[in-house]
T-cell receptor
Framework: AQRVTQPEKLLSVFKGAPVELKCNYS??????LFWYVQYSRQRLQLLLR??SRESIKGFTADLNKGETSFHLKKPFAQEEDSAMYYC???????????FGQGTTLQVKP | NAGVMQNPRHLVRRRGQEARLRCSPM?????VYWYRQLPEEGLKFMVY????????ESGMPKERFSAEFPKEGPSILRIQQVVRGDSAAYFC???????????????FGPGTRLLVL
């Protein structure tokens, strides 16, 4: 079955600390993985996708097929990173997204 | 280019009434996806449409729910005879026709919050 798991509902760190939001997936094939972010009172927006291998706002994510993981990392958290983060998987030929439950990142001053 | 528009933003219905949720994709986008987010849960795929066609409705409940994306006008998600369990946030996303097709980035609307009394 296709599934995305984000084990942490809430992650709270201090400004300047490293951040890692965990994401594990289950998919029999070659999935495409994404991280979406929702800032307070804004709509859901794409943060990054694994095929582009780019760093956005200091965040990176590496697809680890052996561990079926796509963890989101940032070396030094900023207060403006506080938001809800969703990991998502796209498989098959329709592009539909399968989302994890989401992790709220709270960066304290 | 205005983003994906959804209306109404909030909708209150009594049990047994009908709910109609509208989604206007971004200009030039002809792929529309609907997702539902129940309280304390992640977004769940419902249906994928292209103009005048339902491509994948594997996430739609078997009864009371229907969706359409006519040649002209917005995509509509229709829920008949609503029940309390339909209370949720319903999100629409669109992606462009050109490029990689359904693998293109999906752009999300602000959602419609449906409350069934």
């Amino acid at each position: 079955a296709q599934r995305v798991t984000q084990p942490e509902k809430l992650l709270s760190v201090f400004k300047g600390a490293p951040v890692e939001l965990k994401c594990n997936y289950s998919y029999s094939g070659s999935p495409e993985l994404f991280w979406y972010v929702q800032y307070s009172r804004q709509r859901l927006q794409l943060l990054l996708r694994h095929i582009s291998r780019e760093s956005i706002k200091g965040f990176t994510a590496d697809l680890n097929k052996g561990e079926t993981s796509f963890h989101l990392k940032k070396p030094f958290a900023q207060e403006e990173d506080s938001a809800m983060y969703y990991c998502a998987l796209s498989g098959g030929n329709t592009g539909k997204l399968i989302f994890g439950q989401g992790t709220t990142l709270q960066v304290k001053p | 280019n205005a983003g994906v528009m959804q209306n109404p933003r909030h909708l209150v219905r009594r049990r047994g009434q009908e709910a109609r949720l509208r989604c206007s994709p971004m200009k030039g986008h002809s792929h529309v996806y609907w997702y539902r987010q129940l309280p304390e849960e992640g977004l769940k795929f419902m249906v994928y449409l292209q103009k005048e066609n339902i491509i994948d409705e594997s996430g739609m409940p078997k009864e009371r729910f229907s969706a359409e994306f006519p040649k002209e006008g917005p995509s509509i998600l229709r829920i008949q005879q609503v029940v309390r369990g339909d209370s949720a946030a319903y999100f629409c996303a669109s992606s462009p026709a050109q490029g990689g097709g359904p693998q293109e980035t999906q752009y999300f609307g602000p959602g419609t919050r449906l409350l069934v009394l």
